[in-house]
């Protein structure tokens, strides 16, 4: 979901760079019935996605790497220790873009995510509280996944908002957002 809406946000405001969705999940599940539903209410078809385990190739070459709870982070950053200052949770990015300020026109992805990151400690991976994680609607009733596609959506916003306030290609930023997909 979170990999749909973000994609679909950026190419809104016309920026033009791809978001690829991996995870913890093995190879070619299909998401749940409720998550086809969900999306395809807000017009996104998601039937031919399938789960794609993530990589340290997709880390390496991503510019920007999402998970949705701190677990995937821990995950990402133990699997490819170098890709620790470009994985965030997308909660921790929001928070920490809307202290920091939106990037600046011309200013470098990497410039912006180290001024989010200012701060920033490794420790804080270690803690399990909610504060920077979106929760697993998994196995859950149909209102959960709802609930957890509009917080998406709503911070796919804020994201595109902050990171991409003036649209368009940055072709100072080239690459793919990793959006894990757990």
């Given at each position: 979901?979170?990999?749909?809406?973000?994609?679909?946000?950026?190419?809104?405001?016309?920026?033009t760079i791809p978001v690829a969705s991996a995870g913890?999940?093995?190879?070619?599940?299909?998401?749940?019935?409720e998550v086809i539903s969900v999306m395809a209410a807000r017009g996104i078809d998601?039937?031919?996605?399938?789960?794609?385990?993530?990589?340290?190739?997709?880390?390496?070459?991503?510019?920007?790497?999402?998970?949705?709870?701190?677990?995937h982070v821990r995950h990402a950053a133990v699997l490819l220790p170098a890709a620790w200052p470009r994985a965030f949770t997308l909660r921790e990015l929001v928070r920490r873009g809307?202290?920091?300020?939106?990037?600046?026109?011309?200013?470098?992805?990497g410039h912006w995510l180290d001024r989010a990151a200012a701060?920033?400690?490794?420790?804080?991976?270690?803690g399990r509280g909610p504060a920077d994680d979106v929760a697993d609607?998994?196995?859950?009733?149909?209102?959960?996944?709802?609930?957890?596609?509009?917080?998406?959506?709503?911070?796919?916003r804020d994201l595109v908002e902050l990171g991409w306030p003036s649209g368009g290609t940055r072709p100072e930023s080239p690459?793919?957002?990793?959006?894990?997909?757990?």
């Open positions: 979901m979170a990999q749909a809406m973000l994609s679909s946000r950026l190419a809104a405001r016309g920026v913890l999940l093995v190879g070619g599940r299909r998401p749940p019935t998601l039937s031919g996605h399938r789960s794609r385990a993530v990589t340290a190739d997709d880390l390496a070459t991503a510019d920007l790497i999402l998970g949705l709870a701190r677990e809307q202290q920091a300020g939106s990037r600046a026109p011309g200013e470098p992805l701060g920033r400690d490794r420790a804080g991976l270690l609607p998994a196995g859950g009733p149909l209102p959960a996944y709802q609930a957890t596609a509009y917080q998406l959506d709503r911070l796919a690459g793919t957002v990793r959006d894990k997909d757990f």
